[in-house]
């Protein structure tokens, strides 16, 4: 088996060369950059990914020895210990160490990934078959529950690591062993095969990537095989539902992401990555469509997604109450992923506005300052105030109401950690003729464009905590190019260079000097926002909103006596910026409590004088100890 490090053109340099990046397709409109090509500042995102890779790892690393799942590798069957998945929070840490190093090159690095990568690679059977909760004596046998054993999702986070070591490391042995994997699921799920799918889709995108890094078109085609066959009902039906695999209605049929909700962001990155591969277009409408659909009707507005707890699940459209949000971290992180890949694949800067809002309010929420402590869900509206977990303890995950150090079911904290090793890679894009920047965040950006020329940036900002942001043009060639900018969204009233601008994309294609400056004005201030009125569980309330951050009313911050309950917010009275938050005016109303909460219809109570409180952004909520949250405020009626 040889790795064919194939240069993405005839000029540019290999993925190795760039430092990798998580997401490489063949073709498409915007090629994504190596995380050598853009290297993050001193800011918000940097400080994230400097705790990722100080304390996050060290943490996982001591939890994947303490909770045994390393040990599976190399225990006898009976003393396995974990979940049937455990085995690919190693390789998502495998993943995020891979990344780290594209980044650094630093060799301790290096060294952690091998001494794990032989412990993991000693498990695998010679026919390529490598699971430690299957297939050995006293275990259930191979391929035996596909709806729960997750066998070809292990897989899956086996292939996304063994890619992410041969674009960062090159070839060794997590890519041989991937690949020896790879193998062995089209052996058995190829043509003549066991004709069904996993339970829990992931090998989809793992494939398609795979076939990118080899070249091997088996892989491909294989992909594409699960793609089409999801939706064939081949897996039984469960308590859930077959929809909560999304094997009830075939992918390019479907009308919307619907149940588990990573389970469908997954298996939509992975058709995307099929569409693009095959130039099935039709494909790609059809998950460009089911995006729309899901942002539109089933996402909160922190980006989220997932309203039900019993499954995981997107509830139907407009089923978002604030109290029961899920949104758990990894579906965020698999909302990226999805929306990445359809960016690069279509270009439009909505995907780029969904993932900012996705970043600063979901991934940026979960991890404690520390990067030890977790939220593994991430509700909008705490009513009680939770307990701090024992930082010792593996917590069921539903139960934990604040941050914890591990779950027993463990997959956030992991897919945090690749997330944060790879952040750069989302930061900015090219084409033939120029760079896209999506994200605002310091960073410095040099890549070459495939006719050779070479194009470096500065992006210096304080962004999200204010709206400018300047591009300094560092390396240009005398030629003109395109510098293609996100306006998001909520933009209105963005400036380039002073001149008014649209939302969208603001593209300047011109000859740049080095050395010359562009400097976008973002509106960054406080605004109040409304829900879809169909929303029915926050009808009547408003949350607030400072560029793409989302803030909260905690506890912490309300005068002393006070319950967040009592409090009505004033919406006549302007919010303003004071002391690292947004202060806004509220009243509190008497309740009269009842037996029965449910009394003839009367006026709204009187409200109380108004007092003056700070709001903060929802991703700093549970770090002053516990709190009561609210994201959605219910309006005073003295308006
Ligand atoms: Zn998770």
Redesign the pocket.
């Known amino acids: 088996m040889t790795i064919e490090d194939v240069p993405t053109t005839a000029t540019s340099p290999t993925w190795t060369e760039r430092g990798g990046t998580p997401a490489a397709p063949g073709n498409s409109r915007l090629r994504p950059l190596g995380l050598r090509e853009v290297t993050l500042r001193d800011g918000f995102w940097r400080q994230r990914q400097q705790t990722n890779r100080a304390k996050s790892f060290a943490h996982i690393e001591y939890w994947l020895e303490k909770a045994g799942w390393l040990g599976n590798f190399s225990a006898p069957p009976e003393q396995r210990r974990g979940r049937e998945f455990s085995d690919t929070e190693v390789y998502k840490f495998l993943e995020a160490l891979a990344w780290e190093y594209g980044r650094t090159r630093d060799p301790e690095l290096a060294r952690r990934h091998r001494a794990i990568v032989t412990r993991v690679v000693a498990a695998q059977q010679p026919d390529g078959y490598l699971n430690t909760n299957f297939g050995r004596p006293g275990q259930q046998p191979r391929y035996s529950d596909l709806e729960w054993g997750h066998e070809l999702y292990s897989y899956g986070h086996l292939i996304q690591a063994g890619v992410a070591a041969a674009r960062t490391f090159g070839e060794d042995e997590l890519v041989a062993a991937a690949v020896r994997a790879a193998d062995h699921v089209c052996d058995v799920f190829g043509p003549g095969g066991i004709v069904s799918v996993c339970g829990h889709a992931e090998i989809e995108p793992a494939l398609a990537e795979l076939y990118r890094v080899t070249g091997n078109r088996r892989y491909l085609e294989q992909a594409r095989l699960f793609i089409q066959r999801r939706g064939h009902r081949t897996l039984a039906d469960i308590e859930f539902g077959r929809s909560y695999f999304q094997d009830d209605v075939p992918v390019r049929e479907a009308g919307s992401l619907r149940g588990h909700a990573v389970r469908a962001v997954y298996l939509a990155a992975g058709a995307v990555d099929v569409a693009v591969e095959t130039g099935d277009t039709e494909l790609l409408g059809a998950v460009a469509r089911q995006w729309r659909h899901a942002v539109a009707r089933r996402t909160y507005i922190t980006g989220g997604i997932g309203s039900r707890h019993q499954d995981e699940a997107f509830g139907d459209d407009f089923v978002l109450p604030p109290d029961r949000a899920y949104s ?3 579906a965020g992180v698999g909302s990226i992923m999805l929306a990445w890949r359809l960016l690069l694949a279509q270009g439009d800067p909505r995907y780029a506005d969904l993932i900012e809002r996705v970043l600063f309010n979901v991934i940026a929420t979960s991890p404690a300052d520390d990067g030890t402590r977790f939220f ?1 869900a991430n509700t909008l509206h705490q009513r009680v105030l939770g307990a701090e977990p024992s930082a010792d303890t593996q917590v069921p995950r539903a139960a934990s109401t604040l941050r914890a150090s591990w779950f027993e079911v463990s ?2 904290p992991t ?1 945090l950690a690749r997330t944060f090793a790879s952040l750069a890679a989302y930061v900015a894009t090219a084409d033939d003729d120029g760079v896209q920047i999506h994200q605002y965040t310091p960073a410095g950006i040099t890549t070459t464009l495939p006719d050779g020329r070479e194009i470096g940036l500065e992006i210096e900002t304080q962004y999200p905590a204010d709206g400018r942001i300047t591009i300094r043009i560092t390396t240009t060639p005398d030629t003109p190019w395109t510098l293609s900018l996100r306006v998001p969204d909520w933009a209105a009233g963005a400036t380039l260079d002073g001149l008014a601008i649209t939302r969208g994309l603001v593209q300047t294609r011109r000859r740049f000097t080095a050395g010359e400056t562009l400097v976008l004005e973002l509106p960054v201030r406080p605004r109040f926002v409304a829900a879809d009125d169909r929303i029915d569980s926050v009808r009547g309330q408003a949350a607030l909103v400072r560029g793409p951050v989302v803030y909260c009313l905690e506890s912490v911050d309300v005068p002393r006596g006070v319950d967040l309950d009592v409090l009505r917010l004033d919406p006549n009275t302007e919010p303003v910026d004071r002391d690292g938050g947004v202060v806004a005016a509220f009243r509190s109303v008497d309740f009269t409590p009842h037996d029965w909460p449910y009394q003839p219809l009367a006026a709204a109570a009187d409200a109380g004088p108004l007092m003056r409180i700070p709001l903060r952004p929802y991703h700093r909520w549970a770090r002053r100890g516990p709190s009561t949250m609210r994201v959605w405020m219910p309006l005073s009626s003295e308006r």
């Open positions: 758990e971290t990894c593994y997959c956030c897919n």
